[in-house]
């Protein structure tokens, strides 16, 4: 996944710009941060022809917006009939915790400007992550097109361990099974999380000194091993 600039000519392209001509014209004197993740931002760098229902997406806090603009951009959405049950191809908005890549792939996303709206498109590997929570048969697609190395997508699970925490019924978390499920499919080979991934990452909490080190530890605690 080549970040350069974004085909604006998909699908998910034309109604990101459209949503973008419309929060102009209805709020000119505002200014939106807006994060889409999904397949969108695979079909705008890297097929057309991976495309779901709909383009998911938030509104952004981080740039310093009003706390109402998640609401303002909804009412757009709604306005003009771009929303789930009014349009074939929509615009679904989401919360912010839908999106689930950990907390630390804001520095690696890409920021495009449209109007007065900031679209911020997260990394290949953070969109795979968000992926690996669900992995249904378009995720998998997903995959296959970007293809990381299995040195880079073990290096960036490391990255977010309390996604191993175990369920409320102390079952393996649905993110550890298709990590197993993915590694035949994607690598012809199964993978041992446990020794690749958990160890790894637990070993790394030994030298950690950051103020968040207690809860990591808490965390890790609760992860199956």
């Not at 998911?56 to 306005?79: F, N, W």
Request: negative net charge; glycine residues 6%.
């Amino acid at each position: 996944m080549n970040f350069s600039e974004p085909d604006w000519t998909t699908r998910a392209g034309r109604k990101l710009q459209q949503l973008a001509d419309l929060l102009a014209e209805d709020k000119p004197d505002r200014h939106f941060e807006v994060v889409v993740f999904g397949s969108a931002p695979i079909s705008l760098y890297v097929d057309a022809s991976h495309v779901s229902a709909d383009v998911d997406l938030y509104v952004s806090q981080l740039g310093g917006g009003q706390p109402d603009e998640a609401q303002v951009v909804k009412d757009c959405i709604t306005r003009h009939g771009l929303g789930k049950g009014q349009s074939a191809f929509y615009i679904e908005l989401t919360p912010s915790w839908v999106f689930k890549a950990g907390s630390d792939w804001q520095p690696r996303a890409q920021k495009h400007q449209v109007r007065n709206v900031t679209f911020v498109f997260p990394a290949p590997l953070d969109i795979l992550i968000g992926k690996l929570h669900r992995l249904e048969k378009k995720d998998l697609s997903a995959f296959e097109l970007i293809r990381p190395t299995e040195r880079d997508l073990i290096a960036r699970i490391r990255d977010v361990p309390g996604f191993f925490r175990l369920n409320l019924g102390g079952e393996k978390s649905a993110f550890h099974a298709n990590t197993e499920r993915l590694w035949p499919l994607l690598y012809g080979h199964p993978i041992n999380v446990k020794k690749e991934i958990i160890a790894p990452a637990l070993a790394a909490l030994e030298d950690y000194e950051g103020d968040d080190k207690l809860d990591l530890q808490r965390v890790m605690n609760l992860v199956e091993f």
